[in-house]
Nanobody, 118 residues
């Protein structure tokens, strides 16, 4: 699976951005896709996941209610809508994929920078 993330940028606190992740290479049936982020000097952290077939979602507490993960099956594209952005959301955002029955996210995109100014 190849993943290509895009949509990052510079936004003021309280603003919104939408990240996209285009997947290719194989069917995503029964895969789980997700967004992770890594801020300078910090470890990479989980943001949100979506089960591709069922559409069920999961969010980190820090983004619950502000971020929305979604996908378009036909286009093999995943999105992360980020509202009410805060300076602490500043990070490189990565999309990733985990195959059915596996525990680890084995496939990663290249990352897209999100910077939120105060």
């Amino acid at each position: 699976v190849q993943l290509q993330a895009s949509g990052g940028g510079l936004v003021q606190a309280g603003g919104s951005l939408r990240l996209s992740c285009a997947a290719s290479g194989r069917s995503l049936y029964s895969y789980t896709l997700g967004w992770f982020r890594q801020a300078p000097g910090k470890e990479r952290e989980f943001v949100a996941t979506i089960r591709w077939t069922a559409g069920t979602t999961d969010y980190a507490d820090s983004v619950e209610g502000r971020f929305t993960i979604s996908r378009v099956n036909a286009g093999n594209t995943m999105y992360l809508r980020m509202n009410n952005l805060k300076p602490e959301d500043t990070a490189v955002y990565y999309c990733a994929a985990r195959g059915p029955g596996t525990r680890d996210f084995a496939y990663w995109g290249q990352g897209t920078q999100v910077t939120v100014s105060s």
